[in-house]
């Protein structure tokens, strides 16, 4: 008896099991030049189908034939282990739950039924888009549309509970099934597209709309809105398109509290968390496609308030972005993702990754917007596919066809120039933020509140973030240091030690404080002023399941940051650090130290105490300088880990990376610890000894749990963090508050925050001869000039800077 393989098997069942109303035809790319005019729903499903399918490229030309290639194995690959089963579609994903609930079993049985249709999706477009080596295999066809029986007679249907997380049933699965019925719409038949129409009207109802609350705000709506759309579309029926459409318009204000956008730039999800670079990524990417899928037809979106998700291009996410990358202290979770077990690919996410997704939607969101508005994005586009050297965009692994079709033409664009890197200071007092940017690098920090969390761990992903938002500082150089957190940075750096932070070392669990933005602190001094260039930052930092305290500040220059810590106190039983740096030197890096002149050995496991260094350089990032010395201890090692290790999702594999780490060690349980030093990126040793050198170049005026401050006179910079009130110097606060005062000639701008965010009234005194306030905000109240200049505040409750003009005597 000849032996039957598996993979015939499943041909055989596939070709019994295909129902008689199949018919083969040409696939979808091949019919995307027919007239739509007749039907709307129609002309919807086709702009849908180029939207994600992509228009106007060679698939025989770089970048497009080697994707179309890689789609095809990847959908070869997924061909030859799909197998019909009871509970399955393919063995390594079952999704018959046998006791049905929304424990994390349950997440997992939802979350393989999502996969299901994931890669049925990913078999429809290799179907689908040309050059892929089964463009219109009508085999294929038939495997797809019996798999898509099969998982619908099984578990997506209109009869069918739904178990484990409700996203896989409201977003997930109906998000691939309706692209995917928008890809093979004529092959599918009426029985079909009424059955899969009735499956998402069942999990979800237009009651998933009717309150802007719950799991219904912000990215979540909009990933709600576009199922209501596309199954307005597939379905013929008005009134889903407008009620999707209707329903987008809760997103778009600006919120003080909770989910969305905020008047100052930042972006909130689950409460407590800053997710810019996720879900709001997700809230960007389809908004910019809803947009395009409405516009010109009965249901295009023209609530005026969508101008404000055009002005969070600028305001909300390019801030945000650095040389293609995205700002892991904004992508919550996500940044623990590294690679999943799911991915058959085994590709790395990571923040280079994640910011390629979000330009690629600037990209499509710049159809919708103003011609001055899209003139400005596509430079900005131009720009960062320029700079995008560690990663580059136009081959990423992030994005499809389609976008990358949509970026190509402005790379190649002859009228586009591309737009430099930015520089100066933003300030996001709703979600605990600062970005800073200089020539030749950037930085941003993390802190947490009341307000905002820790970290944010939840589904079994991000289990050892626990510090991130204790005063973690990033940064990298335009040249150097792109792929610090990108490369395998959050599976092996040791999170007891993440970069600036000051931490206790108390075990933790994985997972400490609570999932879902449960983990915050009692404070709310968390804030910082800012001209738009340089800025003063603080944080009142209680620390994560801990007694430990400390008063940290960041001073925000030219060429440094400046990073004072006092008011350092613990109870733990344990030791306390801070952080200088810990940086990711790669698989194989030997970067040298060089400690106040002397070159140090680069022996792996070697760690060493420097009393009273005064500088340390490390070889291809930049320097650090100590002011009045400091006890310095550096560690150079290898660690291994595993995505695993922090996401239940994550391969086991291990991955080592070596690394770098400087701290200053506080002791056991100190009671009045403090530290000061500078970072200086990109710098080169004689450049970070001579600043050393250079006394006068910076002054500190105060570094106490009461107050902190710092003098830079070369710049005319001033600033201070009152933590209680008093005189620092030649400035006096009636109330916490933080100031920075730059001085250039006969002017000054003053800038004030109240980061308690009490709305009482803030008096600042300036004693310095001030003969005229020549401009103010209407916040800022002139008591007094002259002699010195009085100011008060009225700081209101969302952290915000309040700034006035002077003339200087």
């Known amino acids: ?50 939207l994600l399918l992509g228009t106007g490229f060679d698939p025989t030309a770089a970048p497009y034939a080697a994707r179309l290639a890689a789609l095809g194995d990847t959908a070869a690959g997924l061909r030859a282990t799909m197998q019909v089963a009871p509970g399955s579609l393919w063995p390594d994903l079952p999704y018959a739950d046998p006791d049905p609930d929304t424990d994390a079993e349950s997440y997992t049985f939802s979350g393989n039924l999502t996969n299901s249709f994931n890669r049925l999706r990913t078999l429809t477009e290799a179907y689908a888009q040309p050059g892929t080596g089964l463009t219109g295999d009508a085999t294929l066809l038939t495997e797809i549309l019996t798999g898509l029986d099969h998982l619908h007679a099984e578990a997506y249907n209109a009869a069918q509970a739904r178990y484990g997380n409700w996203w896989s049933w409201q977003i997930g699965i109906p998000q691939a099934l309706l692209d995917i019925a928008t890809h093979l719409y004529d092959d599918l038949g009426a029985t079909r597209i009424a059955d899969y129409t009735a499956a998402v009207d069942h999990f979800v109802p237009d009651s998933a709309v009717a309150q802007y609350t719950g799991t219904s705000t912000g990215a979540n709506r909009v990933d709600l809105c576009r199922v209501i759309a596309l199954r307005g579309v597939i379905g013929k029926n008005p009134a889903k398109l407008a009620l999707a459409r209707d329903a987008l318009s809760p997103v778009f204000p600006y919120v003080t509290t909770g989910d969305g956008l905020y008047a100052d730039g930042s972006f909130i999800q689950h409460t407590y968390v800053p997710y810019a670079g996720s879900y709001g990524a997700v809230m960007l990417g389809g908004l910019s496609l809803l947009f395009a899928l409405l516009e010109g037809s009965d249901w295009a979106v023209t609530d005026p308030n969508r101008q404000i998700i055009l002005d969070s291009v600028e305001k909300a996410y390019a801030p945000l972005l650095f040389n293609g990358l995205a700002m892991d202290n904004v992508s919550g979770r996500a940044v623990s993702r590294g690679v999943q077990k799911s991915d058959t690919r085994r590709v790395l996410q990571d923040d280079h990754l994640r910011g390629h997704g979000i330009i690629a939607c600037i990209a499509l969101l710049a159809r919708s917007a103003s011609p001055a508005e899209r003139t400005r994005w596509e430079g900005m586009i131009k720009g960062w596919i320029t700079r995008a050297h560690y990663r580059p965009i136009l081959t990423s692994d992030a994005l499809g066809i389609a976008q990358l079709a949509r970026l190509k033409t402005i790379a190649d664009s002859t009228t586009t120039t591309a737009a430099p890197e930015p520089t100066g200071h933003r300030l996001f007092p709703a979600m605990d933020r600062a970005v800073h940017r200089r020539p030749g690098w950037a930085a941003t920090v993390s802190m947490a509140s009341k307000r905002i969390t820790y970290y944010e761990n939840g589904n079994g992903e991000h289990l050892r973030g626990w510090h991130s938002g204790s005063g973690m500082l990033y940064w990298w150089g335009d040249t150097f240091g792109n792929g610090q957190y990108s490369d395998s940075f959050w599976a092996t750096v040791d999170p007891m030690r993440l970069p600036g932070t000051t931490v206790s070392r108390k075990p933790l669990a994985d997972g400490e404080g609570g999932a879902w933005g449960a983990a915050r602190p009692d404070v709310r001094w968390v804030g910082g002023a800012t001209d738009g260039t340089y800025a003063a930052v603080g944080q009142y930092l209680k620390g994560l399941s801990s007694t430990m305290q400390a008063k940290k500040s960041w001073f925000f220059l030219d060429d440094m940051i400046v990073c004072l810590g006092a008011g350092i106190l613990s109870r733990d039983g344990t030791g306390v650090e801070t952080i200088v740096d810990n940086r990711n030197l790669g698989a194989n890096g030997t970067h040298a130290l060089t400690v106040d002149g002397a070159v140090q050995p680069t022996t792996l496991g070697r760690q060493s105490t420097f009393r009273g260094a005064r500088w340390a350089h490390l070889a291809g990032f930049g320097g650090y300088v100590f002011p009045g010395g400091t006890d310095l201890t550096a560690l150079r090692e290898a660690r291994t880990g595993s995505w695993s290790a922090i996401n239940t999702g994550g391969t086991t594999d291990p991955v080592t990376r070596r690394y770098l780490t400087l701290w200053t060690d506080h002791g056991t349980d100190p009671t009045a610890g403090d530290y000061a030093y500078a970072i200086l990126p990109g710098a080169s040793a004689r450049q970070t000894a001579a600043r050393a050198a250079d006394a006068g170049r910076l002054r500190i005026l105060a570094n106490t749990g009461d107050q902190q401050g710092l003098r830079a006179p070369a710049l005319g910079f001033t600033g201070v963090n009152f933590w209680l009130a008093g005189t620092v110097d030649d400035l006096t606060a009636s109330a916490p508050a933080s100031v920075m005062i730059r001085q250039s000639g006969g002017t000054a701008t003053v800038c004030v925050s109240g980061p308690l965010r009490d709305g009482a009234a803030i008096d600042l005194t300036w004693q310095r001869p001030v003969t005229a306030v020549t401009s103010a905000d209407p916040t800022v109240q002139v008591l007094a000039t002259g002699s010195a200049l009085t100011l008060r505040i009225t700081p209101g409750t969302l952290g915000a800077v309040h700034k006035a003009q002077v003339t200087l005597d």
Do not use: E, F, K, N
């Not at 008689?20 to 019919?31: C, H």
């Open 1 to 50: 008896m000849p032996r039957i393989t598996r993979r015939a098997a499943l041909r055989a069942a596939l070709a019994t099991a295909a129902t008689a109303s199949l018919t083969v035809t040409t696939p979808g790319i091949a019919r995307a030049t027919q007239s739509d005019t007749a039907d709307p729903y129609d002309t919807l499903r086709h702009t849908w189908r180029d």
